[in-house]
């Protein structure tokens, strides 16, 4: 496209993208460069899954024993052993369908993007950054990726569509078709 401004320095450094990437992302594409950075952050989300999965399983063992020990009826034992066993089956799910996913989209390489105002939460919570922008929720931010964004500042982000991972964004756009 003709004409396009510059990538703005500011956030080019705090989302790690080059002028060569958000000329891609605007064509639609992911770089080589982002894919490397989308399979990581993406390995990270699988992982946190499979912890989940790991701490519940330790949770239903050490249930399993102390409802051994106290010689737990049958129904209160089974109740208490699905507690645990259906969110784990849901985490695994969920880890299995996110990496399908994340491999799907490694290898179209497609890039989404969203215009428009960004809105940071009204209550952040300590260490866990994130920000809004049209109907767009952008969680798991480093800090710095979190600061490059003002709130109340026009921007269009272009991400991963099904991680959700920023690749690079601009200041001052117009809805664009």
Same mark, same amino acid.
């Given at each position: 496209?003709?004409?396009?401004?510059?990538?703005?320095?500011?956030?080019?450094?705090?989302?790690? !993208?080059? @002028?060569?990437?958000?000329?891609?992302?605007?064509?639609?594409?992911?770089?080589?460069?982002?894919?490397?950075?989308?399979?990581?952050?993406?390995?990270?989300?699988?992982?946190? %899954?499979?912890?989940?999965?790991?701490?519940?399983?330790?949770?239903?063992?050490?249930?399993?024993?102390?409802?051994?020990?106290?010689?737990?009826?049958?129904?209160?034992?089974?109740?208490? +052993?699905?507690?645990?066993?259906? @969110?784990?089956?849901?985490?695994? /799910?969920? +880890?299995?369908? !996110?990496? +399908?996913?994340?491999?799907?989209?490694?290898? +179209? =390489? #497609?890039?989404?993007?969203?215009?428009?105002?960004? /809105?940071? @939460?009204? %209550?952040?919570?300590?260490?866990? %950054?994130?920000?809004? #922008?049209?109907?767009?929720?952008?969680?798991?931010?480093?800090?710095?990726?979190?600061?490059?964004?003002?709130?109340?500042? =026009?921007? /269009?982000?272009?991400?991963?569509?099904?991680? =959700?991972?920023?690749?690079?964004?601009?200041?001052?756009?117009?809805?664009?078709?």
């Amino acid at each position: 496209m003709a004409n396009q401004p510059d990538a703005d320095p500011a956030l080019a450094r705090a989302l790690k !993208f080059t @002028p060569s990437d958000l000329e891609a992302n605007r064509a639609g594409h992911m770089t080589s460069a982002q894919a490397e950075t989308v399979r990581a952050k993406g390995k990270d989300s699988v992982m946190r %899954y499979r912890i989940g999965v790991i701490v519940l399983g330790f949770f239903l063992i050490v249930f399993t024993v102390l409802a051994m020990l106290v010689e737990l009826a049958g129904i209160y034992f089974a109740l208490g +052993a699905a507690l645990l066993i259906v @969110p784990m089956i849901v985490m695994g /799910r969920s +880890a299995v369908r !996110f990496e +399908a996913g994340l491999t799907d989209e490694l290898k +179209a =390489r #497609i890039v989404s993007s969203v215009a428009g105002t960004v /809105r940071h @939460p009204r %209550y952040p919570q300590e260490g866990r %950054y994130m920000f809004h #922008i049209e109907s767009s929720t952008f969680k798991h931010l480093t800090l710095s990726e979190f600061q490059a964004f003002t709130a109340g500042a =026009r921007y /269009r982000v272009y991400f991963s569509p099904h991680s =959700r991972v920023i690749l690079s964004a601009e200041t001052d756009v117009q809805d664009r078709v």
